[in-house]
């Protein structure tokens, strides 16, 4: 039998807090297009490690709370948010006993589905132009998948969050 750490959800919120905090960072205006995305990052980490304590819904509440920090349209970050993580739950398992950078390779993937949902409803309500510099963060988060996968992993075990 697997121990439950009571604070487990404390924990995973808190690293979900500082996604946010690091997604609100001030960068200088030519790095702005290298920002990971590290609220998808964390996501699609806590989506793959614990599919039976984090879920869809989990996503897309936490989407609509980006949404409303970055300022951007209500439901846009919500909808790519639980796309990508409804995408995690359905191959989990396989992600799972990859090597790292196998993994990243799909990160890529989900971060660009990720951000093709997110700058294509951003068009359609007019509020941004298109060119694909917005493909930037989605090779940024695929290069730091392993620092933040090991980072989130060590969180889970030293807290024996399961």
Same mark, same amino acid.
């Given at each position: 039998?697997?121990?439950?750490?009571?604070?487990?959800?404390?924990?995973?919120?808190?690293?979900?807090?500082?996604?946010?905090?690091?997604?609100?960072?001030?960068?200088?205006?030519?790095?702005?297009?290298?920002?990971?995305?590290?609220?998808?990052?964390?996501?699609?980490?806590?989506?793959?490690?614990?599919?039976?304590?984090?879920?869809?819904?989990?996503?897309?509440?936490?989407?609509?709370?980006?949404?409303?920090?970055?300022?951007?349209?209500?439901?846009?970050? &919500?909808?790519?948010?639980?796309?990508?993580?409804?995408?995690?739950?359905?191959?989990?398992?396989?992600? $799972?006993?990859?090597?790292?950078?196998?993994?990243?390779?799909?990160?890529?993937?989900?971060?660009?589905?990720?951000?093709?949902?997110?700058?294509?409803?951003?068009?359609?309500?007019?509020?941004?132009?298109?060119?694909?510099?917005?493909?930037?963060? &989605?090779?940024?988060?695929?290069?730091?998948?392993?620092?933040?996968?090991?980072?989130?992993?060590?969180?889970? $075990?030293?807290?024996?969050?399961?």
């Amino acid at each position: 039998m697997s121990q439950h750490s009571p604070g487990g959800i404390m924990i995973v919120l808190g690293t979900f807090i500082v996604a946010f905090m690091l997604s609100q960072t001030p960068l200088p205006i030519i790095l702005e297009w290298w920002r990971p995305e590290f609220v998808a990052l964390f996501v699609i980490y806590w989506m793959m490690a614990l599919p039976q304590r984090f879920g869809v819904g989990s996503a897309w509440v936490l989407g609509l709370m980006l949404d409303v920090i970055k300022g951007s349209v209500l439901g846009i970050n &919500a909808l790519a948010l639980t796309v990508i993580a409804f995408s995690t739950l359905l191959m989990h398992k396989k992600m $799972r006993m990859y090597p790292l950078w196998q993994q990243a390779i799909v990160v890529f993937f989900l971060i660009v589905l990720n951000q093709f949902i997110f700058y294509w409803f951003q068009a359609i309500a007019g509020t941004i132009a298109g060119d694909f510099t917005f493909l930037i963060p &989605a090779f940024v988060s695929a290069l730091i998948w392993p620092w933040v996968f090991v980072v989130l992993r060590s969180i889970r $075990r030293t807290f024996k969050i399961s």
